[in-house]
């Protein structure tokens, strides 16, 4: 099968939500990883806790269909979704419900025409405090300091999130999931550097004013 390597978000097909919801069992913890590609990381996972549910969301339906053959095949706890996930979160999920959220390695879109389709924004960090329960954990891991630094001003700003590590700073102490993506894997093996974020969703008690960068700073 030809997958598709990328896929432009703001096409009309992508606008309204046509996948297949998950079926969450009360009660079971739920991990999300978003832009989950063949979904490895969500199913090494599993390997590791079998106790929680896992959701995949992609914006390829080849790839959703792959994930899910093989979840299937395996019994392994995890459900692809095929969705642009800047715009339905809340339409999949329905509330605070989300006890983790991964974002692995998010395309760069290095052309200058194309950045405006990065997948870290506003708007996805405001979908993410939307379906996560407070104590959630986001974690933001690329090899490229401009999606790095992206994602840090765009959760930075949003007062529902805080840093485990500190304002404004990187996360230095490695994954600790126990598990690698593949692109974490190549990164690691060929010596790139990987820039991590931790964040929580707190309670709304910091207020909602924005707040302005200084420079960031790896956590020592």
């Known amino acids: 099968m030809r997958i598709r390597q990328h896929v432009n978000p703001f096409g009309l097909h992508f606008e309204h939500f046509r996948g297949e919801r998950p079926q969450l069992a009360p009660g079971r913890p739920i991990e999300v990883e978003i832009g989950c590609a063949d979904a490895q990381f969500l199913f090494e996972r599993a390997t590791v806790d079998p106790s929680r549910t896992y959701v995949g969301l992609e914006i390829r339906e080849d790839l959703v269909a792959l994930v899910n053959r093989r979840a299937k095949r395996t019994n392994a706890p995890v459900h692809a979704v095929f969705c642009n996930a800047q715009l339905h979160l809340l339409e999949i999920f329905g509330g605070a419900q989300l006890d983790r959220v991964y974002l ?3 395309d760069p879109w290095f052309k200058r025409r194309h950045q405006k389709r990065r997948m870290i924004d506003a708007g996805l960090v405001d979908g993410i405090a939307r379906v996560a329960r407070p104590g959630a954990d986001v974690f933001v891991q690329s090899d490229v300091w401009d999606i790095a630094l992206d994602a840090m001003i765009a959760f930075e700003r949003d007062a529902r999130f805080t840093n485990a590590a500190d304002e404004w700073t990187f996360w230095r102490a490695g994954n600790p999931f126990g598990v690698r993506s593949s692109r974490e894997q190549h990164a690691e093996e060929t010596g790139l550097p990987i820039w991590r974020l931790l964040y929580r969703r707190a309670e709304l008690n910091r207020g ?13």
Do not use: I, Q
């Open 104 to 106: 692995n390695f998010p």
């Open 208 to 220: 909602d004013a924005e707040k302005e960068p200084p420079s960031p700073r790896l956590r020592g």
